[in-house]
């Protein structure tokens, strides 16, 4: 592997595709201008008084000043969200494939240099993990891997969304970023979705904790998402890892990631993740001291009235208590059954976890909640043909 650590991060290296796209500059300037103590009450009031907000809205529904006005938020949430959603509540579960990884990233537990058991399902385990997913009822999976193109290649990872396809009616994808032909394969393997997290958009503090392998490169990174949309994909999903930076600025620019995507592409289906640095193996102290649940939920509650018709996916970072506050207020998206080792939801983990978890809740678990909550679980809400 090469000794990325001694490029530029902010330059192409040999195979990573360059499109066209001023997407990139326009969050940083806006990012690079944020500061959130200039906002008083009087501009979050203003802003909750908006039908539709603007970029300064919502910088301001972001800012400290904001805290004191989360329940006037909370409620402003609910309201857009049954406008938009109705009741409903998707459920699905991920599947980790294999935990490979060629990156050093300090904050991920399946980062290169970490001591950790690695593994990586057969097809033909995928297929059991797979009919064991869907004997639960779930109609919806997220596909993950580590990052190595060596371990877990474009074609195997095809090979995983075809077998997929016979369960489950949409198939995610959170694995290494890919030129756009690649998506456009992923795509016609049955693929609907892509999720990249930018973890950190402050340029330098990147730099910083990403020390070398392919995720080093910034704009490759951060273009992922334009590009499964440039190959087909129906939807991607947003967000930074929490804690990582100011996650303030960092929640700011995700949120205008996916605002100017929309905009940009208004066919796409846009979401949101939220995740918290959370502990792993070897590395136990790893968890923010800066972002507790209320300022969690003040980020929640933003992207909510920043894109009212984004969808909003709520992890098993956090506790189960809280995942059952945010959904039907904010969140529209909850995962259940959930295993964050490689495999494990039929046959023993075959690799070690990526993070610890805060909600091991089952399927069934999960569903009686919604109900309990006067919310509807969906399943499906497409078909394919």
């Not at 300064?56 to 004191?68: E, F, K, N, V």
């Not at 590009?227 to 949120?255: I, P, S």
């Not at 959370?278 to 300022?295: A, F, L």
Request: charged content about 25%; proline content about 3%.
């Amino acid at each position: 592997m090469m000794a990325l650590n001694r490029l530029n991060h902010m330059e192409y290296i040999e195979g990573m595709e360059a499109i066209d796209s001023d997407l990139m500059d326009k969050v940083l300037n806006y990012t690079a201008a944020y500061d959130y103590r200039q906002y008083t009450g009087k501009d979050v009031e203003k802003a909750l008084a908006q039908e539709q907000l603007s970029i300064g809205d919502y910088a301001s529904i972001l800012s400290p000043a904001a805290m004191p006005y989360l329940e006037e938020m909370a409620q402003k949430a609910r309201s857009e969200t049954r406008k938009h959603f109705g009741n409903s509540i998707y459920v699905f579960t991920p599947l980790y494939i294999a935990n490979y990884c060629e990156n050093h990233c300090i904050y991920c537990g399946f980062n290169c240099k970490n001591k950790i058991r690695r593994g990586k399902l057969s097809l033909e385990e995928v297929a059991v993990e797979l009919k064991a997913i869907a004997a639960t009822g779930l109609k919806e999976v997220l596909i993950l891997t580590g990052e190595s193109r060596l371990k877990s290649g474009v074609e195997y990872i095809g090979e995983a969304v075809k077998l997929a396809a016979k369960y489950f009616s949409t198939i995610g994808i959170e694995i290494y970023p890919l030129n756009l032909k690649e998506y456009a394969y992923l795509q016609q393997c049955g693929a609907d979705f892509v999720s990249v997290y930018q973890e950190t958009y402050n340029i330098n503090k990147y730099e910083q904790v990403h020390l070398s392998g392919p995720k080093r490169i910034y704009p490759y990174r951060f273009h992922a998402q334009e590009r499964a949309l440039l190959g087909g994909m129906r939807g991607v999903a947003f967000g930074c890892l929490l804690g990582l930076d100011d996650y303030r600025k960092d929640a700011y620019a995700a949120g205008l990631h996916a605002f100017f995507m929309q905009q940009k592409y208004p066919h796409a289906e846009i979401s949101f993740s939220t995740p918290r640095l959370r502990p792993y193996i070897n590395k136990v102290d790893n968890n923010p001291h800066d972002v507790r649940e209320r300022q969690l939920l003040q980020v929640i509650l933003a992207y909510r009235l920043f894109m009212p018709y984004a969808g909003i996916t709520i992890s098993t970072r956090e506790r189960a208590v809280f995942r059952d506050h945010v959904i039907g207020l904010a969140a529209t998206k909850i995962s259940a059954g959930v295993r964050v080792g490689v495999g494990g939801h039929r046959a023993e983990e075959k690799g070690d976890e990526q993070f610890e978890i805060s909600d091991p809740r089952s399927v069934h678990q999960v569903h009686q909640m919604i109900l309990s909550r006067g919310l509807q679980p969906v399943y499906t809400d497409y078909i394919r043909v």
